[in-house]
């Protein structure tokens, strides 16, 4: 058995849990966010066996899409006038982070 831990952007989630149900896997959804954009991602815990473990990653892939995003950027100071502002960043967002492990003992209570 193998768990999967896939982190996605929470834009993607629904379709994401959508995409893995229709396709017979049962997932447990926990609400996270990211370190960098304090963005909201939503991990999917996904049990499996190692023969699905493929399968479950290219539905994950097939749902979760990168697109761009502005944000802040620190503002910069200058000598004369104090306060520059500053031209807000484009970073890339979404995809997914997937992780698997190997699982000793799986069992549904």
Known sequence: ????????????????SK?????GFRAT?????GSFLSSGNTTFLICVEESEVDTVINVVQQKC?????FVPSTPAYGPATGQIPSMPLEVPVGGATVFVTNIERFEKL
Do not use: T
């Open 19 to 23: 995409a893995l149900a229709k396709n």
């Open 1 to 16: 058995m193998k768990l999967i831990f896939a982190v996605v952007n929470g834009d993607d989630s629904a379709a994401v």
């Open 29 to 33: 959804k926990l609400a996270s966010s």
């Open 65 to 69: 899409h990168h697109r761009k995003q």
